[in-house]
């Protein structure tokens, strides 16, 4: 039991590295919209809301006056997907460290 503690301990101290690399700025500006707010996270794990409430969380790949490319789905890290700008009602920034 000890030696489990041990190893226990011994890999959340390597995992805290990796979830505070996760953890990111959310700012907004008086006239920004979503695009804006999208394109300054590219790169970076965010979750949209869409209207009919379903979530999808994924890296930005690129997001357009119409359209926020997502990659890297949790889940499906296969597929990427073309999301409608005007579907998106919240964007999720994981912002604790």
Known sequence: MRHFATA???????ALPALSAHAQNLSVGAADTVQPVLQAHKGK?????LTGGQELTGVVREATAKLV?????????????????????????????
Do not use: S
């Open 8 to 14: 226990l301990a011994a890999a959340l101290l390597l």
């Open 45 to 49: 794990q965010v979750t949209v809301r």
């Open 69 to 97: 490319m997502l990659g890297a789905h949790t889940g499906r890290e296969f597929f990427d997907a073309a999301v409608l700008l005007e579907t998106v009602e919240a964007i999720l920034v994981w912002t604790k460290q």
